[in-house]
């Protein structure tokens, strides 16, 4: 079955909190934006009963409610939301391009938005009791509704004895499943030293999950002692897992840069090793993953899809000027020396009607600085026949100017 082809500005691959945000940042800018989501929209923020650490929400709120208003805000700025899963992805060229099973989606940029999911442990019934039920993966979402109740927390890595004491602070019991032999643990010694410190976290020393029980939801969790092979029911009201993440990066293998657990390595402006893919939210490299983070991380990328792409026409439209004769001036409007030299470009502009000159002010493009090999200012380039034939560093005046185009 031959597949039909559709084209954007932008595809955005992931429907959460970063996603969202950048389709907001991407419609909003008038740039034809498509969302591609293979669940839900709103990631794993929806299935977060209270989020109480998202700025201006003094009462708190759901995960489905925010990522819902969202949801709705993008949509006010025209992104299309396509409910689909992608198959493979394609940045060799300009023209980028997003398949899914049956349609080839054509585009100027890409930003990876898929998110990623904590790793789980595997144990018998577990899927039954996943995020709203009482297999949780976010301390700081729901402590407070852990308040006065007894919970586990599963890991003992710097993430689930950091969040295990976060969780004592809510908590009237908190017990630890450690795979490590008495004492032992994967976190760094301060963080050990307190735990151990404090009344209120128990741990089950070389122990791991063998099944989560209960009926609607979960009422315990049967761990397995891994010396003496015995079984031991625990009765608790909500269990944590701390046992690592997956960004999902799959399809991504080999196409952008990624570090070794597979997590998409970006710089301050979300932009990838690829020009005009970024990443944004929890499938980046980063220290927290958070909404509100994520928020953050999707503003930039989309901000910055909307300079790539009007650097892109610039480019193509100006500068190349369709092979004629065209004259580049790249300066820095806070560089003295780079203003004194503007009203000589502007005079020689007007009096060459016949030759493009655009004035590139690196510090809002440096893109385009990039794209024709220029790393200092104030610098002209000169091009012909859409090709770099001159450039000029030093000692720019009215007779270098002349010579050019003579």
Same mark, same amino acid.
């Given at each position: 079955?031959? @597949? ?5 500005? +932008? +595809?955005?691959? /992931?429907? /959460? ?48 409610? %925010? ?12 992104? !299309? ?11 060799? $060229? ?11 989606? $054509? &585009? ?7 998110? /990623?999911?904590?790793?789980? #442990? ?15 993966? &976010?301390?700081? &979402?729901?402590?407070?509704?852990? #308040? ?29 499943? +450690?795979? *490590? !032999? ?44 891994? @010396? ?34 597979? =997590? ?17 939210? !929890? ?31 610039? =480019?193509? *439209? ?19 020396? &780079? ?32 794209? %024709? ?12 026949? /859409? ?10 005046? !009215? ?8």
């Amino acid at each position: 079955m031959e @597949k039909k082809t559709e084209q954007y500005d +932008v +595809v955005i691959i /992931g429907g /959460g909190a970063a996603g969202l945000t950048a389709g907001i940042y991407c419609g909003r800018a008038k740039l034809k934006t498509l969302l591609l989501e293979k669940s839900l929209v709103g990631g794993l923020a929806t299935y977060t009963n209270e989020i109480e650490n998202y700025p201006g929400f003094p009462e708190g709120t759901t995960g489905t409610d %925010l990522m819902g208003l969202f949801h709705k805000q993008a949509k006010k700025f025209g992104v !299309d939301f396509k409910m689909t899963d992608v198959k493979s992805v394609s940045v060799s $060229e300009d023209i980028k391009v997003v398949e899914t099973f049956r349609v080839r989606y $054509e &585009c100027k940029v890409i930003i990876i938005a898929s998110g /990623g999911k904590p790793r789980i #442990t595997g144990a018998a019934n577990e899927d039954k009791f996943l995020y709203d039920k009482g297999i949780s993966f &976010c301390a700081t &979402c729901d402590a407070a509704a852990n #308040t006065g109740k007894t919970v586990m927390v599963v890991g003992s890595g710097d993430a689930a004895i950091e969040e295990g004491m976060f969780l004592t602070k809510f908590a009237d019991k908190v017990i630890v499943s +450690v795979m *490590h !032999d008495h004492g032992k643990m994967d976190c760094n010694e301060i963080a050990k030293t307190q735990a151990l410190e404090n009344p209120k976290m128990e741990f089950m020393w070389n122990t791991m999950v063998s099944s989560f029980e209960g009926e609607e939801r979960l009422d315990s969790v049967v761990l397995k002692n891994l @010396k003496l092979n015995e079984l031991q029911n625990i009765k608790v009201d909500s269990c944590f897992l701390f046992i690592g993440y997956t960004p999902n990066t799959e399809i991504l293998s080999g196409i952008v840069e990624m570090n070794q657990n597979g =997590y998409v390595l970006v710089n301050e402006k979300m932009e990838t090793n690829i020009p005009g893919v970024f990443a944004a939210g !929890d499938v980046c490299d980063k220290f927290l993953k958070q909404v509100a983070t994520a928020v953050g991380d999707g503003a930039i990328a989309g901000y910055g899809a909307e300079k790539y792409i009007s650097e892109c026409e610039t =480019y193509e *439209h100006q500068i190349l000027n369709q092979g004629k004769p065209s004259i580049v001036y790249l300066w820095n409007a806070t560089d003295p020396s &780079c203003r004194e030299l503007l009203p000589m470009i502007e005079a020689f502009e007007q009096s060459h009607p016949d030759v493009r000159v655009t004035k590139v002010d690196v510090y809002k493009s440096p893109g385009l600085a990039g794209r %024709l090999g220029i790393d200092s200012v104030p610098s002209i380039v000169y091009l012909d026949d /859409g090709k770099v034939q001159r450039v000029i560093t030093e000692a720019i005046s !009215d007779d270098i100017l002349n010579a050019l185009t003579n």
